[in-house]
């Protein structure tokens, strides 16, 4: 499962409702605000089209205007496009500077290529992946982290590993078009303990003898 709440700002409406995960949906494009257009986070929001209410107040929500939204991130195939977020709930008093970027994935993994550290005052970085629920869909994004938990990574960096990370997203296009850099800037993470492994030693040749040669069966029994 992976959940955000994040204030969002809305940047248009789709005309019509879509049917995307096997679900009908009004949809919407918003970002995560920056300084620099390059630098926002691309979603397309999608609110179930049989929540009456709350589908009301989604396609109320003014362009231009921010959004308190939480739900549930999902991806497609082609990392290029947005990510979606399936919207659970939806907060429009709020201030119009207000921001909120707060991620959990708990289905994410070390991938093959191994922690950079770029220095002090400076991310450590590691490729991983994530996937839907029981799917065979993943997406590959960077993680990130700051100077007081590199130490762990480090620690706890094991190719194919799964752990659960909070933190926030960023992204980054050099053209708008183009794919963006993609990353969960983490703040703590969690892993399963590993259990220590036992040495496996080949038992030697058993030398007993008689189990396949049966005696006569003694008179009297």
């Known amino acids: 499962m992976n959940f955000i709440t994040a204030t969002l700002e809305l940047r248009s409406h789709h005309p019509d409702e879509i049917t995307v995960h096997g679900i009908t949906y009004s949809a919407a494009d918003a970002v995560i605000p ?17 929540a009456a209410s709350k589908n009301a107040t989604f396609k109320d929500m003014k362009v231009g205007k921010r959004a308190l939204i939480s739900g549930h991130i999902c991806f497609g195939n082609d990392p290029t496009q947005p990510l979606d977020i399936q919207v659970s709930t939806i907060e429009t008093n709020i201030p119009g500077d207000m921001y909120v970027n ?3 994935m708990g289905n ?3 991938t093959k290529k191994e922690p ?8 450590m970085f590691c490729k991983i992946g994530t996937t839907l629920d029981n799917s ?8 990130e982290v700051p100077d007081a938990r590199k130490k762990k990574l480090s620690e706890y960096y094991r190719s194919g590993r799964n752990f659960c990370v909070q933190g926030y997203l960023r992204e980054y296009r050099a053209g708008d078009n183009d794919e963006p850099y993609r990353a969960l800037v983490a703040t703590e993470f969690t892993v399963r303990k590993e259990k220590a492994r036992l040495t496996v030693t080949t038992p030697k040749a058993s030398t007993a003898v008689g189990y396949d040669e049966i005696d006569p069966t003694p008179e009297g029994y």
């Open 136 to 143: 065979d869909t993943t997406t590959w994004l960077f993680l």
């Open 34 to 50: 920056a300084t620099d257009s390059r630098g926002e986070t691309r979603f397309r929001l999608l609110c179930y089209s049989g």
């Open 108 to 110: 994410t993994f070390f």
């Open 116 to 123: 950079k550290d770029k220095g002090a005052g400076k991310a």
């Open 102 to 104: 707060q991620v959990v």
